[in-house]
């Protein structure tokens, strides 16, 4: 079934290109471009963010022959899914062309391409790569398409332990140089524990799939950096908009204009709002800086993609780590606030390792350090958004903050994951659990105050 499923999913997409040019003229379909089409194969059923099946594109991939000719051809993800700090693909490609029309199966690479935190393409590296097992080793979402053994003798396996494994871990920047595998250094082959007797000589001009497995991983790479992720890599920027004329040549010099452009930061408290300050009241009352609820913040599912990857901010989310392993937004930093900031028996209780007890409003220090670490986990003097499951403990935090000097006016409750159910947020929404946790919570090396 598995195999019925992939042969299928190319089908679908080779259907869909066919029923695109088949009403079109030779002059119609020339003025088309792949980000067209692509963007007729999404919108026109629904693929994408924002819905329930991954988006899937055509890309160019430059195909190489027996005698390493080059002809420009295309390949297909069927699959992108963007996990927590990497991305997943499905590629399908021809691998050779040599074979006759009834063999000729395409090859379906499983690839992971991480998500650098330089924002860089070239530093994005290969985390996994198979024809066969993704990398949780439930699905089977790769198929080796070639001949087993390929004509000059070698097997599939043998591709699999000694020649795949090489790349993992290579980064775009070390792999896009490379041609064919005749531009592998011998040296750096075979380094890693027991490749130090693996040669290269046997795929050198033996076959054309293991130069085109390099092609499809240039090929991914490229579409990988078409990812939002990287929309500030200034070397994808420059190859994207190459300057037609001399005053766009001088476009990258006016790139520190970013940072004047960034949208000005509202309140933390939008005091045009109401409330209900306790549970119990009837009417509602306007909200005033000191209520710092997520009903009363500035900042929310409504507007927080207009505030996101700014540099001037630093993104919190105060859940525990199992909780955010469920679901989380991409690049926020975990500081449970239950496990480690506050309980309010803690100034008490000598088993308990977080740095306040108390109150929230009248919080009392555990250690002689517990301003000084609080103060490394939540920066004075920074723009701080922090998020939690509904907001409730972004709110007891934010009483503490007050009551240990902090700047007020810098920090925002941005409400709980509970809340961003849009699909506006999908893209940097990361849902599948990756691993589960056991956790122990301690503090070590510090002064306790009452001991």
């Known amino acids: ?170 980064t775009y920047a070390q792999l896009k140089g490379l041609s064919t595998t005749d531009d592998i250094e011998l040296a750096d082959y075979q380094a890693g524990e027991g490749r130090s007797e693996y040669g290269l000589d046997v795929y050198t001009g033996a076959t054309v799939s293991t130069n085109n497995v390099l092609r499809m991983i240039h090929a991914i790479f490229q579409h990988h950096g078409t990812d939002p992720f990287f929309a500030n890599d200034p070397a994808l920027v420059k190859a994207e908009a190459p300057a037609a004329a001399p005053e766009k040549e001088e476009a990258p010099a006016a790139a520190p204009v970013a940072s004047a452009e960034l949208a000005p930061l509202p309140a933390p408290v939008d005091e045009t709002r109401t409330f209900k300050k306790n549970k119990d009241d009837t009417e509602e009352v306007p909200c005033t800086p000191g209520d710092y609820g997520p009903t009363c913040s500035s900042i929310g599912p409504h507007n927080l993609l207009e505030y996101l990857n700014r540099s001037d901010i630093f993104y919190i989310d105060t859940r525990d780590h199992n909780d955010y392993m469920k679901k989380h937004f991409r690049n926020f930093e975990v500081v449970p606030f239950f496990g480690l900031i506050f309980n309010a028996d803690a100034n008490e209780d000598a088993s308990l390792p977080h740095l306040y007890g108390g109150t929230p409003t009248e919080p009392v220090p555990v250690y002689e350090e517990s301003d000084e670490i609080l103060e490394a986990l939540f920066p004075k003097g920074k723009t701080l958004f922090i998020m939690c499951q509904s907001g409730g403990r972004v709110g007891m935090l934010m009483n503490i903050l007050k009551a240990r000097g902090w700047d007020m006016t810098k920090v925002y409750n941005i409400g709980g994951m509970a809340q961003y159910t849009g699909p506006e947020y999908k893209a940097i929404t990361v849902d599948t659990p990756e691993m589960i946790m056991n956790i122990t919570y301690s503090m070590e090396g510090l002064t306790r105050i009452n001991p």
């Open 1 to 170: 079934m598995a195999q019925k499923r992939r042969f299928m999913t190319l089908f679908l997409a080779l259907a869909l290109v066919a029923a695109l040019f088949a009403p079109l003229s030779p002059v119609s379909a020339n003025a088309l471009t792949l980000d067209e089409i692509n963007e007729f194969l999404n919108t026109s059923a629904a693929l994408g963010e924002g819905t329930k099946a991954n988006p899937v594109a055509i890309i160019p991939i430059n195909h190489i022959d027996g005698p390493k000719e080059e002809d420009n051809f295309y390949a297909f993800v069927p699959f992108k899914y963007v996990a927590r700090n990497y991305i997943k693909y499905q590629v399908v490609f021809i691998s050779c062309t040599c074979r006759s029309a009834d063999v000729n199966y395409w090859s379906t690479a499983f690839v992971e391409l991480t998500l650098p935190s330089s924002g860089l393409l070239d530093d994005a590296e290969i985390r996994t790569l198979s024809f066969d097992k993704d990398s949780t080793g439930h699905y089977l979402a790769g198929f080796w398409g070639d001949s087993n053994p390929i004509p000059s003798g070698q097997t599939y396996d043998l591709i699999k332990t000694e020649y795949l494994p090489y790349y993992v871990g290579k």
